[in-house]
């Protein structure tokens, strides 16, 4: 079976140019997660979707970042306008709903310069 | 606010030698950990779980003990081999285990 893969694995951009991250969770997985991990500190939570729905979005740092999962599969997160302390590796995670295990995906690495 | 895993950011040791990892955490009422292992371009894997109720648990080469008295965990790996050689985080889930919440994490070196 497949795990949660992300793309791309790295992207070098430019303050203030967009990129949006994707997320393919496990097939069948209705809770997909976003995570961040800044450079040397602690992974924090973004958000948490249930199939198409947002249930948690608090950890989202501003409005600069926009998280989507149409049709509840895939989900891309944007950061627009992109700024230096954006940089750091992104994780996305899934979970079926019978269990409490998230599984996580490789991440991508995101530098803004 | 509570925090979870304060960690020592590296930890060396030898191959074969036994490695700890401990973690404090803040909040009384936590109940339950999980401790993940991060290797270098991939995603924090789940190594074991622990809740409060218990003070030990014990997995594959993997013992986690948790001292609820001073709000402390350790895991710890017997003989350990250059592939733990990773980054290894406590965390908790909370908001009903979809939102978990991690330390620092340790980075453990294994030398040969």
């Known amino acids: 079976e497949a795990g949660v893969t992300q793309f791309p694995s790295h992207s070098v951009i430019e303050k203030g140019q967009t990129v949006t991250l994707r997320c393919d969770p496990i097939?069948?997985?209705?809770?997909l997660y976003w995570y961040r991990r800044v450079m040397g500190k602690e992974i924090k939570f973004l958000l948490h979707f249930v199939k198409e729905s947002k249930q948690d979005e608090s950890g989202m740092p501003n409005n600069r970042f926009l998280a989507e999962r149409t049709g509840g599969t895939y989900s891309t997160l944007k950061v627009q306008p992109a700024e230096l302390e954006d940089s750091g590796v992104y994780f996305c995670?899934?979970?079926?709903?019978?269990?409490?295990?998230?599984?996580f995906g490789p991440g991508t690495r995101l530098t803004v310069l | 606010g509570e925090s979870v895993g304060l960690h020592l950011p590296t930890l060396s040791v030898q191959e074969g030698d036994n490695s700890i990892i401990n973690c404090a955490y803040s909040?009384?009422?936590?109940?339950?950990f999980i401790w993940y292992k991060q290797e270098s371009g991939k995603g924090p894997q789940f190594i074991i779980d622990?809740?409060?109720?218990?003070d030990k648990r014990q997995g594959q080469r993997v013992t986690v003990l948790l001292n609820k008295t001073v709000k402390h965990l350790s895991l710890q790996i017997a003989a350990t081999q250059p592939g733990d050689s990773a980054v290894y985080f406590c965390a908790e889930p909370r908001e009903g285990g979809n939102k978990l919440t991690f330390g620092t994490g340790t980075q453990l070196k294994v030398e040969l």
């Open positions: 995670a899934s979970r079926p709903d019978r269990d409490n295990e998230q599984f």
């Open positions: 097939s069948g997985h209705d809770n």
């Open positions: 622990i809740r409060s109720n218990m």
């Open positions: 909040n009384s009422a936590s109940d339950y």
